[in-house]
């Protein structure tokens, strides 16, 4: 999972994007990076880090011209302490190409052979990323008849790219002189919405991972990139689209709307907060059937994304709501970061629970999700020290046994805590009292009710891969690369 953006101004863009990849921090906290097209010229910095930290004046100055792109990295393959592979990456043909991803792919190994093999690319780096670059600049290079670039020859090649290339990607990307361009996997399993506004002369566009960038800057949502479609724009305003891929099928990611995305933001015409009001209407019910409600003495969320659902079990069940963990809003998300020692250490920088809420109490935790178990099993030692009676652990989102391949670090089995265990004995291991989960049906009926999508990528709940191609042979060989 990333957060990326593009843009296409009549004014000077370097300041847009910055401010478009502070709201989307969120999304990635191990580095960032911006390019900016100042006629045929590139100018780009990254760096590790946060955005806020990443640059300075001097940095700001150098992004000349006014079309850009962005993006905050959450490392889901290659390393996330290595610099070189922040995000975006350069390739100087055809014309010179810099692009920004968020997804993952799952034929690399087949893609770093042909591209050596086959298309004679060198590839200086383990981010898929850089390999997405390099098809793309392969296929834009074997469609070119002459010198100039038409529309028709972009979108041959993003043809080309989704027949050669596996997995999710949502893409960006700056062809020198000629304009940006942006993609979407066939699936639609990274999301990717289109906006407009006015600007001196000409139309302004931005493509971003979330609608929130728009609305904060004054655009208009057009719509969401469609699973398999190529937007293109030229420097002027002139926006271009066509579907690219053979058979398109609308599958978004689940764990966007569980926890992944901002609540204010909406994908595939769904709002996330609404979702996650109806995740905990859901959740209410299955509490009702699995303990009796006269145990539980309050509601507590984890904050910040259950708190809707929170909010919803509490009210439908009738049970006092309280806030007991408070959040040291200094400290990013642990999920997202690299490394089990360092989410563990950040847990308790992270949170601290108000031992006047816990006292003598009978408590009823509402998390979005379990995942690694390493966040859940301190927030419920958190609670007994604080005085808790007894701890009940709830999910709004069903037990995840299964790895994530799409884009989310959950690559082992061994590190998911519900793989292979039964919820009694989930329960045990975070050290609560009883522990009760989303079913998965429930899940995608309370986030796909009143939209038009028909189903949601959730192979981390139910072990089945939408692309079709992950077998069992591919999780065992990225559990020993994740694991060496």
Known sequence: MCGIVGIVSSSPVNQQ?????LLLQHRGQDSTGIATSDGSTFHMHKSKGQVREAYRTRNMRSLTGTVGLG???????????????????????PYGIILVHNGNLTNTRELSRDLFHVDRRHVNSTSDTELLLNVLANELQSSLSGLDLDPDTVFNAVSQVHERVEGSYAAIAMIAGHGLLAFRDPFGIRPLVLGRRPGKGQDEWIVASESLVLESAGYQLVRDVAPGEAVFITPSGELHIRQCALKPRLVPCSFEYVYLARPDSVMNGISVYDARLRLGNRLADTIAEHMPLGDIDVVMPIPDSSRPAAMQVSQKLGIEYREGFYKNRYIGRTFIMPGQEQRSKSVRQKLNAMGSEFRGK????????VVRGTTSQQIVQMAR?????????????????FPHVYGINMPSRAELVAHGRKIPEIAKALGADHMIYQEVADMQSAIIEGSDVTELEMSCFTGEYVTGSVSEEYLAWVEKNQLS
């Open 362 to 369: 009978n408590i009823l935790i509402v998390d979005d999700s």
């Open 385 to 401: 020290e604080a005085g808790a009676n007894k701890v009940t652990f709830t999910s709004a989102a069903p037990p995840v046994r």
């Open 71 to 93: 993006h905050v990295r959450y490392a889901t393959t290659g390393s996330a302490a290595n610099e070189q592979e922040a995000q975006p990456f350069y390739v100087n043909a």
């Open 17 to 21: 994007v910055y401010d478009a990849l």
